[in-house]
């Protein structure tokens, strides 16, 4: 069992930047991919952006140029720098590790964390 837990949320202004963080609690996070998603108020849960255990990234097409995802497998932690962030981003954001092994899926959510970008 995997256990994930988000800070880094809270209330910014339109333009500003928050840095969310994700700290797992297994040292096997290394084989994990990593992803954000988000949840705005009255909408589904979203993909924001992942990162695989070898380092590839992908981001969602709205985030593309002002969002970072990276991970540092020494602290089992998984970042999302977020710039220039406008009223839209405003959302609930989960952090995910999912791990596919043998055609047995893991994944496992924390619990969120909110961020609010005031106009």
């Known amino acids: 069992q995997v256990q994930l837990v988000e800070s880094g949320g809270g209330l910014v202004q339109f333009g500003g930047s928050l840095r969310l963080s994700c700290a797992a609690s297994?040292?096997?996070?290394?084989?994990?991919?990593m992803a954000w998603y988000r949840q705005p108020p009255g909408k589904e849960r979203e993909l924001v952006a992942r990162i695989t255990s070898s380092g590839s990234t992908d981001y969602q097409e709205s985030v593309k140029g002002r969002f970072t995802i990276s991970r540092d497998n020494a602290k089992n932690t998984v970042n999302l720098q977020m710039n220039n962030l406008k009223p839209e981003d405003t959302a609930v954001y989960y952090c995910?590790?999912?791990?596919?092994?043998?055609?047995?899926?893991?994944?496992?959510w924390g619990q969120g964390t909110q961020v609010t970008v005031s106009s």
């Open positions: 995910n590790a999912r791990r596919v092994l043998f055609a047995q899926i893991s994944n496992y």
């Open positions: 297994e040292s096997i996070f290394r084989l994990y991919a």
